[in-house]
Nanobody
């Protein structure tokens, strides 16, 4: 089993920054697994935001390209999402996901508002 725990959410003004963290534990060869971030805004379906492969290749939702950066620390079994130039439409619950295992974290709330 894989357990994922997100942290780092909060309230931020438009144009601000936040860094989300995801800690992985359990039976996982973390370094070889892709990891992803998703988000779910109120009244909307959950959407994929970013992914990083075990080798460090990344891909992003078009609306966050150039503003968000996904990274990982394999030694610490951590995944990060650096979010800059935040917009009100980025408001959502952000979830960490391990596609191979199907594991999800509990989510962390990000609110962008003045």
């Amino acid at each position: 089993q894989v357990q994922l725990v997100e942290s780092g959410g909060g309230l931020v003004q438009p144009g601000g920054s936040l860094r989300l963290s995801c800690a992985a534990s359990g039976s996982i060869l973390f370094s070889i697994n892709a990891m992803a971030w998703y988000r779910q805004a109120p009244g909307k379906e959950r959407e994929w935001v970013a992914i990083i492969t075990g080798g460090g290749n990344t891909n992003y939702l078009d609306s966050v390209k150039g503003r968000f950066t996904i990274s990982r620390d394999n030694a610490k079994k951590m995944v990060y999402l650096q979010m800059n130039s935040l917009k009100p439409e980025d408001t959502a619950i952000y979830y960490c996901n391990c596609p191979r295992s199907g594991a999800w974290g509990q989510g962390t709330q990000v609110t962008v508002s003045s």
